[in-house]
């Protein structure tokens, strides 16, 4: 049986071709079918069907775009384009189409014609290998989270234009929104959904890199000159289209795609706990104000991911090029507090994680959160909290939270 996707953004040209054809008795079925040129380039990926039936004008991806990836990893696989613009007859043909078909005056001959051409042609190399095709967002998946090597990794994802310095972002979706609409096909929809939003900022135009690490967590890398603007397009098209709010956590100037498990490791903590404090309620919402500007989210999250060195003003102050009178002021107006003050809220939440979640001693947390001596640590740990390292721990090992 010969396997057979249409890919067509108008539903009554799908069901025409659907109905007008005879697929038993031609030793054909259809076994998917797409709105958009991205979703039939995931079906081809993940399927591998022996024809492609494919409009040109298509949103997302068109037809010549998804023509053009089919045969960049197989150029043999027949493909019968539909269009209501024989303009596009010639440029088709150019890329090794096998059929053109007019999809407003289509027949049912016209229709079987082209399809037993298409079958002829794969009875002519019966025994032709299916193309294997590496999903960029897997491999990605699986070199940061450690179940593949850089080398396996590299050549996979050297089309992509990554020019260092590179920013990693952790995106988390709001989980109430999953979860309400998890009940019904809207919460797979949503999802699948979003992952067109990543696939349309970045594969289209083969920049950057992006994988889904679960239905709420994405993760993506692009150069760092782009990493905000991509940021701020998925933040309006995600809020306009599907009504969904995010939260998004920075790594900063990555030198080598070799420091990425890293990041990603690194940015999970730091958004297990921001997480954390947004959802008990603990500390206060100032990580989350909508007074935050994208550069204050900027700072914020270099902070969280560097908390543990001696951290200056002048420092701060210049990942903005800002002079430091001018960087406190816009800072506080932010944050609600200085950049001294902040470090130490965050150096005390790392406390805190790390008594309750680990087996450190005092002395590794100590190194862990940038103090110089136990006793410093404690003494700001008590200001801070009401209790002391020891007496937190305990508490917390005995109440189970």
Same mark, same amino acid.
């Given at each position: #049986?010969?396997?057979?996707?249409? /890919?067509?953004?108008?539903? $009554?040209?799908?069901? *025409?071709?659907?109905?007008?054809?005879?697929?038993?008795?031609?030793?054909?079925?259809?076994?998917?079918?797409?709105? %958009?040129? +991205?979703?039939?380039?995931?079906?081809?990926?993940?399927?591998? @069907?022996?024809?492609?039936?494919?409009?040109?004008?298509?949103? $997302?991806?068109?037809?010549?775009?998804l023509i053009e990836k089919i045969r960049q990893i197989d150029p043999d696989r027949p493909?019968?384009?539909?269009?209501? $613009?024989? !303009?596009?007859?010639?440029?088709?043909?150019?890329?090794?189409?096998? *059929?053109?078909?007019n999809k407003f005056t289509?027949?049912? !001959?016209?229709?079987?014609?082209? +399809? +037993?051409? /298409?079958?002829?042609? +794969?009875?002519?190399n019966p025994h032709q290998e299916r193309p294997v095709i590496v999903s960029q967002a897997d491999e990605l998946r699986k070199f940061i989270?450690?179940?593949?090597?850089?080398?396996?990794?590299?050549?996979?994802?050297?089309?992509?234009?990554l020019t260092a310095p590179l920013t990693a972002v952790l995106l988390i979706v709001e989980m109430s929104v999953i979860e309400a609409r998890a009940t019904d096909d809207s919460g797979e929809q949503l999802q699948r959904n979003i992952k067109n939003v990543f696939r349309q900022l970045f594969d289209i135009q083969n920049r950057g890199l992006w994988c889904d690490i679960s239905s709420t967590r994405f993760f993506y890398v692009s150069a760092s000159a782009n990493a905000r603007k991509d940021y701020m397009r998925i933040c309006e098209l995600l809020r306009t289209y599907m009504d969904v709010d995010i939260d998004a956590y920075f790594s900063n100037g990555l030198a080598e795609l070799t420091a990425l498990p890293d990041a990603y490791a690194a940015l999970g903590t730091v958004s297990e706990i921001g997480q954390r404090l947004k959802m008990s309620g603990e500390g206060d919402s100032r990580d989350n104000s909508p007074l935050l500007t994208d550069e204050m989210r900027q700072v914020r999250d270099y902070i969280w991911l560097n908390y543990e060195k001696a951290l200056s003003v002048r420092e701060l102050a210049g990942l903005l090029r800002y002079n430091p009178n001018y960087f406190i002021s816009l800072f506080k107006k932010s944050l609600g507090m200085g950049?001294? !003050?902040?470090?130490?809220?965050?150096?005390?939440? #790392?406390?805190?994680?790390?008594?309750? !979640?680990?087996?450190?001693? #005092?002395?590794?947390?100590?190194?862990?959160?940038?103090?110089?001596?136990?006793?410093?640590?404690?003494?700001?740990f008590?200001?801070?909290?009401?209790?002391? @390292?020891?007496?937190?721990?305990? %508490?917390?090992? /005995?109440?189970?939270?």
């Open positions: #049986m010969y396997r057979v996707l249409i /890919a067509e953004d108008e539903l $009554l040209v799908r069901m *025409g071709i659907r109905s007008l054809v005879d697929w038993q008795s031609m030793n054909m079925e259809i076994t998917c079918e797409a709105a %958009n040129g +991205l979703m039939a380039w995931e079906q081809y990926s993940q399927t591998h @069907p022996d024809i492609v039936i494919t409009d040109i004008r298509m949103p $997302l991806l068109d037809g010549l775009g493909i019968i384009v539909l269009s209501c $613009l024989d !303009e596009f007859r010639q440029t088709a043909l150019q890329k090794g189409i096998s *059929g053109y078909i289509m027949t049912k !001959e016209e229709i079987e014609k082209e +399809l +037993l051409a /298409a079958k002829q042609r +794969l009875d002519r989270t450690g179940r593949t090597d850089y080398d396996r990794f590299a050549p996979a994802v050297q089309d992509r234009d950049p001294k !003050e902040y470090v130490l809220y965050v150096r005390m939440e #790392m406390a805190k994680w790390l008594l309750s !979640e680990t087996k450190d001693s #005092m002395t590794e947390i100590c190194e862990k959160t940038g103090f110089h001596n136990e006793s410093y640590l404690s003494k700001c008590k200001e801070y909290t009401g209790m002391t @390292p020891r007496a937190f721990r305990m %508490n917390k090992s /005995a109440t189970g939270v």
